[in-house]
């Protein structure tokens, strides 16, 4: 490889170290790749980051806002009063699907916004010596978006803006993302990554199951009741505007807000350095292309890296978004279970990271990222042959978590081995984008199978086809990659 400055004067690459004793390639981008010691509090600091944003992923993507939104709360009550007798349980099915439908094209909406500029925006920080300051930009937004879901009402009209402000979230949630990704090589050293970044999304995890009790305790335990939830005894449904659903929103806000801080104030921010080759915003866009051309000759792996996981996590976030209301649709979870679901899926999903992290760095990230997408597939292909028995959908969906997190983390991991120093905020910023360039696939074909069936649970069909196509794409991908020059 040669030692000359690259074109766009990121300077020269050293060559990939291999971890001593593993078969994990060693990582590069960290201030030095020798296996200097990092604080452990400065690790647990960073990780406290994925502890708090259990607040959006659990509770507002996955288990609580997103199915509220799916609810009957949000159907006009004179469309299921128009159909007969015999056709109000179908009136009421199709009229969940059309909700369930808004809400993903919400999400496909923001997928395309966040393929778009992700990669530009943590382009534009690496150097800047503000990827810090732009976490703490777009982990408030985040916050502050969060806070306004709290007048999303339960009625009809308001669903469109429950979606938007759904959307919202992940838009900005995904930017703030690819800074604290792009801080794992702060954090870790050539040997640690894996265990690193399984930590921080174990430790997401755990946040997740702690939330989330204290959620059900304070105010859902009988979420759905006509009575009062909770110890804080807070009215549900119309008549009580849904405020254990809504209030729950803004504490889970306020969690994300003060779990932020530690990253922020803990771990350093990276050093501002000259930059000779600055160019406008429109510019960014030909320079991620030169990027893409670059991985394209000299590094076709990566980019086949790059492709395979963009599809097989616009699976994972699938799974996340609508397993809750397949299980509050199909087999009738009441939202108390649901939360109980959560509890326990989060536990197996912690577990699973956990290990998969000590995998990662034993035997490296792609043989912890195939294992659990065979795990995917079976779990989520035994939802069709289950019934409608809710132990079915506990055996299943439980068995489906313990392999989400290891796929997530060993990711993170992969990437972070072939990132060349410098270039964290971009190339994150490129991950970001090629899995929401296809994070429309996961959300039509669950919608396709909905509407075609109109049926709910047959939307795991599409779900389990992009995790399998993203599996097939992931086989060919060497576990020594090149570095992007």
Do not use: C
């Not at 009402?153 to 759904?166: C, D, F, K, S």
């Not at 809504?246 to 000259?274: C, G, N, T």
């Not at 696939?441 to 047959?458: E, K, Q």
């Amino acid at each position: 490889m040669s030692d000359e400055p690259t074109d766009d004067g990121v300077g020269p690459v050293p060559p990939v170290p291999r971890v001593s004793n593993t078969r994990a390639v060693g990582t590069i981008g960290q201030a030095t790749l020798q296996e200097k010691a990092v604080p452990k509090s400065m690790v647990r600091a960073w990780a406290l980051w994925d502890w708090g944003s259990a607040s959006f992923n659990a509770v507002v993507t996955t288990f609580v806002f997103s199915t509220y939104l799916a609810s009957s709360l949000f159907i006009d009550p004179a469309i299921v009063a128009a159909a007969g007798d015999n056709e109000r349980d179908a009136a009421l099915v199709a009229a969940e699907a059309a909700n369930t439908t808004v809400i993903s094209g919400a999400l496909t909406i923001a997928g395309v916004l966040i393929a778009l500029l992700a990669p530009i925006l943590g382009q534009r920080s690496d150097g800047s010596g503000r990827r810090k300051f732009w976490l703490a930009i777009n982990t408030g937004l985040v916050v502050v978006v969060m806070l306004a879901m709290f007048f999303v009402a339960p009625v009809p009209a308001y669903l469109y803006l429950g979606a938007a402000l759904l959307a919202l979230g992940n838009i900005f949630f995904e930017f703030a993302s690819v800074n604290y990704n792009a801080m794992l090589v702060q954090v870790s050293t050539p040997s640690t990554v894996g265990r690193v970044s399984g930590f921080g999304w174990g430790m997401g995890y755990v946040g997740g199951i702690v939330l989330l009790i204290i959620l059900l305790v304070l105010f859902i335990q009988s979420f759905g009741s006509e009575t009062g939830n909770g110890l804080l005894n807070v009215p549900f449904g119309a008549d009580g505007g849904a405020l254990d659903i809504r209030l729950a929103i803004v504490v889970s806000a306020i969690w994300f807000a003060i779990f932020a801080i530690p990253v922020l104030r803990r771990v350093p921010e990276i050093p501002a350095q000259e930059r000779t080759n600055s160019v406008s915003f429109l510019g960014s866009y030909a320079k991620l292309w030169r990027t893409v051309r670059s991985l394209a000759k000299k590094s076709p792996n990566v980019l086949l890296f790059l492709l395979a996981s963009a599809v097989f996590r616009d699976g994972l976030a699938a799974v996340f978004t609508f397993g809750a209301i397949i299980a509050a649709q199909v087999f009738g979870f009441s939202s108390a279970e649901v939360i109980y679901f959560a509890v326990a899926a989060n536990v197996f999903a912690g577990i699973g990271t956990f290990i998969g992290g000590w995998i990662d760095d034993r035997f490296g990230a792609k043989r912890v990222i195939i294992g659990a997408l065979v795990g995917l597939v079976i779990a989520g292909s035994a939802v069709l042959f289950i019934g409608d028995a809710k132990i079915g959908f506990w055996i299943a969906g439980l068995f489906l978590t313990l392999f989400v997190g290891p796929v997530q983390a060993a990711s993170r991991s992969f990437l972070a081995r072939i990132t060349p120093p410098g270039r964290e905020g971009e190339i994150f910023g490129l991950y970001a984008t090629t899995g929401r360039a296809v994070s429309f696939l996961a959300p039509g074909l669950f919608s396709l199978f909905v509407a075609a069936t109109g049926d709910t649970r047959f939307g795991i069909i599409g779900i389990v086809l992009v995790l399998l196509a993203g599996l097939l794409l992931m086989l060919p991908v060497k576990a020594k990659q090149n570095v992007i020059e």
